[in-house]
């Protein structure tokens, strides 16, 4: 039976290499994606007044969050025009972020404000009107959160004409700007992995999360709660729609043994901060969000757009295997999405086979898990969705027909092959064209009629 399903998979990924012709893909420099554009006349005026004199000073770029440039256009100040800051290495290691406004009179950058900080990086920069002023206040996580709670956060407001420093009274792993009343001004979303007991004795310090608000020019402590003491780093945050009329935080976090799990944060009937699931530190309670180490690709997302996030959780297809090295990879799993119904528990929304390497996910019926499989081609850009029959005398489940095929060609690729060959197009996007080969099944055209009503390119 083990020949029988090697042949098999042989066979499938022979057909692949002969039937299946074109240029995947190509690599893309990670660097290059953080690199600023050029810079325009502004930028080169700031970036001058920033080095003040100084052509070897080093700038430093934000390691996580939206903003990764060392220079960053902002309106902060609120009135209607983009103001600037830069972030630069001092001789002495430590990092100061200087503040620059354009002169009306002059047409000239001028800078506002400098600030030191101790840190040796910059986690992240956001931008969010805290104070209810209609200025976008600036946010600064300082330092590392690859270490336990070693990145602090300090609040930049301008406020008469000047820019004034907040501190945030408490170090975090990940950070979010909600907005949990709906009332147009933010807070801040902190949340703070377990702290172990450095000496014998003394009791390890505990996950929490805590919300801050500006009041009165000052960042005040308004509500936390308990988070899970297991959780050893961070994937996502997102603040998003829980259902109609309540928002949540969806912290996605990983374990010591590379399992994933998903927390919700939010702000009950009652007014109560919550965390679910409620049974986050009892180990006697299966954590109904947790993902296997394997299946590590996956983070809770607004997967059908609808406004409201789900929840993934992740089991392997049969059969299982890569074209290359017989790793799993994010086509080796049945994805499970499912909405938090906002008081104690999960409601099924949909069951999807997910491509992240090229950016992809379908939806699939609830009764073909178990009866589908993917053998992935990662050169050749293909993924072949195979039947899975049940053995007549054996145990273990046998490799059947190709249902269909999904794979990406360059636009050049495509285009060159003159004939489509059966394949079929699903999506276009940049430069890449996704395809669709229907294998002819009959009794499974319905699935492949699904796949491509389904089929959606993953946007975040």
């Not at 029988?4 to 893309?28: E, H, P, T, W, Y």
């Not at 050893?232 to 969806?250: K, Q, R």
């Not at 492949?448 to 993953?458: A, E, G, N, W």
Request: net charge negative.
């Amino acid at each position: 039976m083990r020949k029988f399903k090697a042949a098999a998979l042989l066979l499938v990924m022979l057909l692949l290499v002969l039937s299946l012709s074109g240029c995947g893909i190509a690599n893309v420099d990670a660097h290059a994606l953080l690199a600023p554009p050029k810079a325009d006349a502004d930028q080169q005026e700031i970036d001058a007044r920033l080095k003040d004199g100084n052509p070897d000073l080093k700038l430093v770029y934000p390691k996580a969050g939206e903003y990764r440039s060392a220079i960053i256009m902002k309106d902060f100040t609120g009135d209607g025009r983009e103001d600037a800051l830069g972030f630069y290495f001092l001789e002495t290691g430590s990092v100061e972020v200087q503040f620059l406004v354009k002169s009306t009179e002059s047409g000239n950058w001028q800078t506002v404000a400098r600030f030191k900080n101790a840190a040796t990086q910059v986690d992240r920069v956001l931008f969010g009107d805290l104070s209810g002023d209609g200025a976008d206040e600036v946010v600064i996580g300082w330092g590392s959160t690859s270490l336990v709670n070693a990145a602090t956060v300090n609040v930049y407001a301008y406020i008469d004409g000047a820019m004034t420093e907040i501190p945030v009274n408490s170090a975090y792993g990940e950070m979010v700007l909600t907005d949990f009343n709906s009332d147009e001004c933010f807070e801040i979303f902190l949340t703070l992995r377990m702290i172990p007991a450095t000496e014998e004795g003394n009791k390890d310090t505990p996950a929490k999360s805590a919300v801050f608000e500006y009041q009165d020019h000052q960042m005040v402590e308004t509500a936390s709660a308990r988070a899970d003491n297991t959780i050893t780093g961070f994937s996502s945050i997102v603040f998003g729609g829980i259902t109609d009329g309540l928002n949540g935080v969806f912290l996605d976090g990983t374990r010591a043994d590379s399992s994933r799990t998903t927390q919700v944060f939010f702000f009950d009937n009652e007014g109560s901060f919550r965390n679910f699931p409620f049974s986050i530190n009892d180990a006697t309670v299966t954590n109904p969000t947790f993902r296997p180490a394997g299946a590590a690709y996956y983070n809770s997302r607004d997967i059908d757009g609808d406004g409201f996030y789900e929840i993934p959780t992740a089991s392997a297809l049969p059969l299982t295997t890569s074209a290359e090295n017989s790793m799993p990879d994010s086509t080796s799993f049945l994805v499970h999405w499912r909405n938090f119904d906002g008081t104690d528990s999960l409601r099924s929304k949909m069951f999807t086979l997910m491509n992240m390497d090229d950016g992809y996910f379908f939806e699939i019926p609830p009764h073909i898990a178990g009866r589908i499989t993917a053998v992935h081609d990662t050169k050749m850009k293909a993924v072949s969705y195979m039947e899975v029959m049940e053995a007549s005398t054996e145990a273990e489940p046998l490799l059947g027909s190709a249902l269909f095929t999904i794979r990406v060609f360059t636009k050049s690729a495509w285009e060159s092959r003159g004939q489509p060959g059966g394949y079929e197009i699903l999506a276009e996007r940049g430069d890449y064209v996704y395809t669709i080969f229907d294998g002819g099944v009959e009794k499974y055209s319905y699935l492949t009629d699904r796949v491509k009503s389904s089929f959606k390119l993953i946007t975040d």
